[in-house]
């Protein structure tokens, strides 16, 4: 069955760095974009990173310069580098699979991380 589970959260300090993984089973995972989601309490879930299935990749302003997303098509696992972390990006982060085509839709999400950063 399809699998999406998160790994690396915790807490940090504001100017921390932590490593967030999501590894994928149950499809075809090249097939796939990848996407990193958060939401923190009393707000809307909002696409934090993306990359493609031809590896582009996209960034929501707000963590441009610090995130990187990446993925290891051999590992079936995308990651998500964060670096100078700031106590806004406290949230629940979610990893998410989409595949959109003429004829076929999918869409799978993790259970989540949480991400706390705070002095």
């Known amino acids: 069955q399809v699998q999406l589970v998160e790994s690396g959260g915790g807490l940090v300090q504001p100017g921390g760095s932590l490593r967030l993984s999501c590894a994928a089973a149950g499809f075809t995972f090249s097939l796939f974009s990848m996407n990193w989601y958060r939401q923190a309490p009393g707000k809307e879930r909002e696409l934090v990173a993306s990359i493609s299935t031809d590896d582009s990749s996209n960034y929501e302003e707000s963590v441009k310069g610090r995130f990187t997303i990446s993925r290891d098509n051999a590992k079936n696992t995308v990651y998500l580098q964060m670096n100078s972390l700031k106590p806004e990006d406290t949230a629940v982060y979610y990893c998410?699979?989409?595949?959109?085509?003429?004829?076929?839709?999918?869409?799978?999400w993790g259970q989540g991380t949480q991400v706390t950063v705070s002095s």
């Open positions: 998410n699979a989409q595949r959109q085509r003429l004829s076929i839709k999918r869409n799978y």
